[in-house]
Nanobody, 116 residues
Framework: QVQLVESGGGLVQAGESLTLSCRDTGMIFEVSTMAWYRQAPGKQRELVASVTAGGTIDYAASVNGRVTIFRDDVRKTVDLRMDNLKPDDTAVYYC??????????WGQGTQVTVSS
């Protein structure tokens, strides 16, 4: 099945950039949508960005203009480039893959901490 491995999280200062990477090491190739979510302490999980198999991209209003999602179906990765990071971006970031045939799959999460 889909197995998602996330990397790239860490501690950064406000204003810096960070790129998160998610690699699918599984064997399901019919993934319609890949996305990045995040969950801050005490807050609900929210969508950050998503990209469909057809290349349609959606960004959350809270990060629009500061993030870029990139899907590489050859490498089976989806990256999230975040620029001008703010302390409010501090959260655990989760990769997600969805298939209409097989359901939804989540990575283990990677911590992003932005200091002011």
């Amino acid at each position: 099945q889909v197995q998602l491995v996330e990397s790239g999280g860490g501690l950064v200062q406000a204003g810096e950039s960070l790129t998160l990477s998610c690699r699918d090491t599984g064997m399901i190739f019919e993934v319609s949508t890949m996305a990045w979510y995040r969950q801050a302490p005490g807050k609900q999980r929210e969508l950050v960005a998503s990209v469909t198999a057809g290349g349609t991209i959606d960004y959350a209003a809270s990060v629009n203009g500061r993030v870029t999602i990139f899907r590489d179906d050859v490498r089976k990765t989806v990256d999230l480039r975040m620029d001008n990071l703010k302390p409010d971006d501090t959260a655990v970031y989760y990769c997600n893959a969805k298939s209409s045939l097989y359901g939804s799959f989540w990575g283990q999460g990677t911590q992003v901490t932005v200091s002011s």
